[in-house]
């Protein structure tokens, strides 16, 4: 890693006395890189809330049905994932560099244990790039500024943003948030979301107390939002077919794939 990805460079202190979203998404996908307070913590909420596990599942799945569409059907070949958690099995990068080894793809996260661990995601097939940006999503000018270093802002880009707009408390900010980063990529640039919601019609209620708890005993403070609230993310982009759904069903294998109460969606700026 380069001198701009050393812990000093904005990372916050690790806390392992504290459960930590990154180190419990890992629990629930059958990760090892947790602690035991994570294990308590996501065990606690998979009682309250035990569809938390497929959520956490679908949307790992929906990253690699994205980047294949995205790297086979449109083209893409830089991709900018913020928020990229752990390195788990078939990241970005591999999903991506199987298809087109020439892929280049920038990580961007803050959590001290995922640049602990970034060095994994750090490998490359000979003819693509990687690289890892120790940055926060509240700083999208900062990231563009770092992913620059890499990638061509003048060629499109694929900005991933799977459940880290979740984490942006204020709607409006989340708002702004994409609207920086999509405004720094050229037309035929992609955005890839997912969300979680608390509509009824995808089981999402049981996310409210689910989430009251997690904010009560874990870091950082979560939020869900309704359908509306999470299509105003994409205002700008036109919508790629099935449009907003629930990530588990977005151009999934199975046409009987049940909802999980975690919207997805992938768009493109015209």
Known sequence: MSEVDSPGAGSA????SVAHNARVWNYWIGGKDHYEIDQRVGDRIAGMFPVIRAVARADREFLGRAVRFL???RGVRQFLDIGTG???ADNTHEIAQRIAPES???YVDNDPIVLVHARSLLTSS???VTDYVDADARDPDGIM???AETLDLTRPVAVLMLGILNFVLDTDEARDIVRRLMAAVPAGSHLALTHPTYDRDVGGEGNVAAMEFWNAHATPPITARGRAEIAG???GLDL???GLVPCSQWRAESASAAPVPQFGAVAVKP
């Open 13 to 16: 202190r690790l806390d392992t």
């Open 71 to 73: 790297a086979a059907e």
């Open 86 to 88: 752990l390195p788990t």
């Open 104 to 106: 280049r793809i920038v």
């Open 126 to 128: 000979p003819e693509g």
């Open 145 to 147: 500024r770092r992913a």
């Open 233 to 235: 993310f994409l205002e």
């Open 240 to 242: 790629v077919e099935p």
